[in-house]
């Protein structure tokens, strides 16, 4: 557009000029190209000045080392009047000054790669450290045979990362780097300081794994494959959210036939976890852009209380199997009141959430009465599990009913069915690793004197095994699904504007965004909470690998 108006060209401009589209005499379009050219090649010259005057070792891009000889031979050739030979050097050259701002743009590039990628492992191998020292057996046994002695030498070790702190500090700030970059290699010293204060730990990890039979290093290697594939499709699903639907179809029938052959549990149980997988599986086959049903919202709450209903059933049940799955006390609290408060809320949300579409379909301005009462019942809903019970279903069920009410007010479709049947998978997740527990308990008498003192709470806290890695795995896929299972999180489906219609309807857009931000996070809200009371409060193992992989 400049070449057409006669302009200079744009002073930041990189594009080339698309020469088929002009119609110009052939020195007019030579000179249209060689002032491209020189355009590129003058940003291409402020870089490489700007970068030689930062940078302690220099190396320049030897292509374009003679640029100057090579703009005098195409201003000779088109006073020759050699169009041709002028106009191909000339794009020639415009390619070169492209190629060298390139080259400046990702000048650091190779030193950023080394230090972020050194960093990510130096992560890893800390998270790996801090679990095998917490969570599993390895210390008691290094410290039984004597292969860790305490040395002197964690403070030279701290000393010398120190040391190489400050020489980067100094180096980077002598080349004028950003503070980012001070950030990732400071982070990185930081971590592999750590480790190398470890370091002793670490052989003695070594020496011991090296000593145990092969079967064990043959299920370590087996597990650790079955993680990095479900990363992997993990990554795949970024791509196509629809390989969660098949995903939860194999989970659906891999976890009721472990729970039916191996836990030997109820029938109930497997045939609940089978369909509240498939149940989710239907999800992710839906469109991202959700398509307005105010009566699924409604059916939705419904479903909520049904939900509610079954498993203030369940927490009823007196036997020791259903008492263990639920971690219930007898002598807790019954909380009656707040369970029917809690359902009264999610119906009137129910409600409000037709009032207020109602009014809207109608072009009625909402109501002042109708957005407190919004505003009330939402923000009740949320406090109210602080007063739950500890008992785990209890607990759980608590917060799935007080975030339920918000997430309807905020929901247009199938998005608020989505959270129920996410909520039944979490429950089913609780199920599965209570009554997991429950089978494999090594000491029956230990089990029967918990269930006699009307607790289930009772069993001792055990070192972490490699069986647990299910645990974070679930957990990654669950996680994954509460941002995408409804949509890509940065979709048109993740900001559409008319649910919050029910809480404000002067364009405000910081709350607005806020409000609808609120709403994606409230399953990711949901399956913390699951994470944190899949196993006994007592209990840190689900809480190391979780760490690990979040």
Sequence with gaps: MATLVGLPCPMNSVGSLPTPYLKL?????????????????????????????????????KPLAN????????????????????????????????????????YDWFMLMTTITLGYIGWMVNLIIHVLQSYTSYPVILLKRAQLYPNNTSMKVYICGCFFMGLSSILLLLEKSPLLYHAYVLCTIFLWTRIVQKIDFLKSVWRELANMPF??????????????????????????????????LVLGILGSTYVALFIQASAALAIYIWLACWFLSVFTLMPAEIPENNNLVIFSGGLIILIG????????????????????????????????????????????VWLSTSHRSQNRELLSLHQFINWSVAGV???????????????????????????????????????????????????????????????????????ADNSVFGYEERHLRLSDLRIPLLFVILFNVAFFGTGNFASIAS???????????VFSPFLMAGLLIFKL????????????????????????WAVIFL
């Design 215 to 248: 079967k064990y290093i043959f299920n370590l290697l087996t597990s650790s494959v079955v993680a990095l594939l479900v990363l992997e499709f993990l990554v795949m699903s970024f791509f196509d959210r629809k390989i969660y639907t098949w995903c939860f």
């Design 25 to 61: 005499r052939k020195a007019d379009e030579v000179e249209a190209v060689l002032a491209n050219t020189k355009q590129i090649l003058n940003q291409f010259l402020r870089k490489s000045q700007l970068k030689e005057s930062s940078s302690l070792y220099f190396k320049p891009f």
């Design 381 to 451: 809903a949320m406090v109210l599990p602080l007063f739950s019970p500890p008992s785990v279903l209890s607990r759980l069920t608590s917060i799935f009913l007080g975030f339920a009410p918000p997430f309807l007010l905020l929901s247009i479709g199938y998005e608020a069915v989505f959270y129920s049947a996410f909520a039944m998978v979490l429950i089913g997740w609780i199920f599965v690793e209570s009554a997991n527990l429950y089978c494999s308990e090594e000491s029956g008498s230990a089990r029967r004197r918990s269930l």
């Design 309 to 352: 209903l079954a498993s203030r059933w369940i927490k009823s049940n007196s036997s020791s199997f259903w008492l263990y799955l639920t971690r219930a006390n007898k002598r807790d609290p019954q909380s009656f009141k707040l369970y029917f408060v809690q359902v009264i809320l999610v119906a009137i949300s129910s409600i409000m």
């Design 495 to 505: 900001f559409e504007i008319s649910s919050v219609y029910r809480f404000i309807t």
């Design 521 to 544: 996070f409230i399953p990711f809200m949901l399956v913390i909470a699951d994470v944190r009371l899949v196993r006994s409060p007592r209990s840190s193992v689900s809480h190391g």
């Design 67 to 106: 640029f100057s000889l090579v703009l005098s031979q195409i201003e000779d050739l088109i006073s020759g009047r050699d169009y041709e030979t002028a106009m191909e050097q000339s794009e020639e050259l415009r390619r070169l000054a492209l190629a060298g701002l390139h080259y400046f743009q990702t």
